[in-house]
């Protein structure tokens, strides 16, 4: 089973910040956090990851809790094109990926 | 770079029907698997590969088999189709699978259905 707990969907007006939440209350401590979506039926596609520090790139910011027991993905100016579903995957490094279900996000006009 | 590159991408078979699904990639990525999506649901493994000559089972990898005899290529091979497997099939490739980067490239999938 996944380890991480996402609301089923969520969601947002277009230009305004997507806030997309993540429980991982039973992480360890070697695990990562990351982060991809699955814009309508294609492969799914990284966004990014954290272990303990909040991470910023191009497309989103992770913000991690100092517990570690949960995390938020940040889309600061939400688009159409962002409606999809976000995975959030507790990672240990040599074991593979497990994708739960997901949080369904509607961007709106 | 094609990426990852899967066919067919559409497919339908009778029960019982054997086939193979090809994956490959041209970034000389280490790690390749193999994953599937019933509707309405997320990613289910089904095997993976961290180098030509090792596989590993997933989540789900009954009724399919795997072989990486190169690093480029990993197919699945559905020895007996049933109408259970009908689902959407995903291939992904990554530098490696021991470090604690993992960014997967995924394929377009192969939409399979058994009948």
């Known amino acids: ?109 | 770079n094609a990426g990852v590159t899967q066919t067919p991408k559409f497919q339908v078979l009778k029960t019982g029907q054997s086939m193979t699904l090809q994956c490959a990639q041209d970034m000389n990525h280490e790690y390749m698997s193999w994953y599937r999506q019933d509707p309405g649901m997320g990613l289910r493994l089904i095997h993976y590969s961290v180098g030509a000559g090792i596989t590993d089972q997933g989540e789900v990898p009954n009724g399919y088999n795997v072989s990486r005899s190169t690093t480029e290529d990993f197919p699945l091979r559905l020895l007996s189709a049933a109408p259970s497997q009908t689902s959407v099939y995903f291939c992904a490739s990554s530098v490696r699978g021991g470090g604690s980067y993992n960014e997967q490239f995924f394929g377009p999938g192969t939409r399979l259905t058994v009948l």
């Open chain 1, 1 to 109: 089973d996944a380890k991480t707990t996402q609301p089923t969907s969520m969601d947002c007006a277009e230009g305004r910040a997507a806030n997309l939440p993540c429980n991982h209350s039973t992480i360890s401590g070697n695990e990562y956090v990351y982060w991809y979506r699955q814009i309508h039926s294609q492969g799914p596609q990284y966004i990014i990851h954290g272990l303990k520090n909040n991470e910023t790139n191009e497309m989103a910011s992770l913000i991690i809790t100092e517990d570690r027991k949960s995390s938020t993905l940040i889309l600061p100016h939400a688009t159409l094109r962002d409606t999809a579903v976000y995975y959030c995957i507790a990672y240990q490094a040599g074991t593979a990926l497990i994708f739960g279900k997901g949080t369904t996000l509607s961007v709106s006009s």
